[in-house]
């Protein structure tokens, strides 16, 4: 196995389990090779031919736990105008991206935690409902099949993260709205727009209202500047990595709904692709224009998630 496979495999969240041995067909059924378990267990279940990490209840309560993914509905608003609210934990992984992380799951979550985890390269153990096996098992077995690709990510804003909570429901509101940024120690920053909190440009009393501040925001920005723009569809939250000969989008679906025919544009110029697709395989793009600086495509069909390869155009 070479040092790229172990780094990869070592990248890949991993499905804690507390039931005995017995229990081992079920998990051979759904594709997990590869458990966390309670340390007086480790050498059961390594004996078994399964990849095994010894976890600890105290290793495990030390972990942060993270919010479980998808929408939900907000109290007093019964609106079908309204925005779904998202359940995303992408600005909370960029945050602390050496941190230790935890999902405590219900039923049909396995697969959507599993892939937000890969997407955002996390440390992350999945505590998982027996129900979710055969989801959680076929996201881990799809995202373990990916191409590698170690490249940096892309961003349009800097936020200057001062460990406060206002800085970080900042943080959430821009990744809700695909608006691409990378958190910096201090100004000055190379990106088009730079924010600190509290400063005399962002006050604190405007980022009292995250959703108007990232309104705000995306007005500065301006939509010919972004990197990136998602349409038709509101629960579906990107991560772009790259340099300037390739792009990897990460296209997370927290709607629970499939979509059809999602229209992605990336800022540069970029030969057509294919997609990933968990549940569907490779597909290819379709629609693919390039023009005005920029790249169109539709992706044919999201799920839960996908991964999109591109290489510059020559």
């Known amino acids: 196995m070479t040092p790229l496979v172990v780094a990869a495999l070592a990248a890949l969240p991993c499905v804690y389990w507390t039931q005995g041995i017995e229990t081992r067909p079920a998990l ?24 095994v990490i010894p976890v600890s209840a105290a290793d495990l309560s030390a972990r942060e736990a993270l919010a479980v993914p998808g929408t939900a509905p907000r109290a007093g608003v019964a609106s079908p105008t309204r925005s779904p609210w998202i359940n995303a934990n992408g600005w909370r992984l960029m945050r602390k991206p050496d941190g230790k992380f935890v999902y405590d799951l219900p039923a049909a979550k396995g697969g959507l935690a599993a892939a937000e985890a890969f997407a955002y390269g996390a440390d992350a153990v999945l ?15 799809f995202v373990a099949g990916l191409p590698a690709a170690d490249l940096p990510p892309i961003a349009d804003i800097a936020i200057v993260d001062d460990g406060s909570a206002i800085a970080g429901e900042v943080m959430n509101l821009l990744t809700r709205r695909n608006l691409l940024f990378q958190i910096v120690k201090a100004p000055p920053s190379q990106l088009p727009v730079t924010i600190v909190v509290g ?7 405007e980022a009292a209202d995250p959703s108007a501040f990232a309104q705000k925001i995306r007005r500065q920005l ?21 340099t300037s000969s390739q792009a990897r989008l990460h296209l997370l679906n ?33 629609d693919h224009v390039v023009a005005d600086g920029a790249t169109e495509f539709s992706v044919p069909r999201l799920a839960t998630y996908a991964v999109i390869d591109l290489k510059a155009a020559k």
């Open 222 to 242: 301006t939509d010919e500047r972004r990197s990136l723009r998602v349409f038709g569809s509101e629960v579906v939250i990107c991560r772009v990595t790259g």
């Open 199 to 205: 400063s005399a440009e962002y006050p604190t009393a």
């Open 28 to 51: 051979e059924a759904a594709g997990i090779t590869r458990l966390c378990v309670a340390p007086e267990q480790a050498d059961a279940w390594r004996s078994a031919g399964f990849t």
């Open 254 to 286: 927290y709607g629970g709904r499939e979509i059809e025919g999602l229209r992605i544009r990336l800022r540069g110029s970029y030969a057509t692709g294919a997609a990933y697709v968990a549940g569907g395989g490779r597909l290819p793009l379709t």
């Open 127 to 141: 505590k998982i409902d027996a129900a979710d096996l055969s989801a959680a098992g076929a996201m881990l077995k």
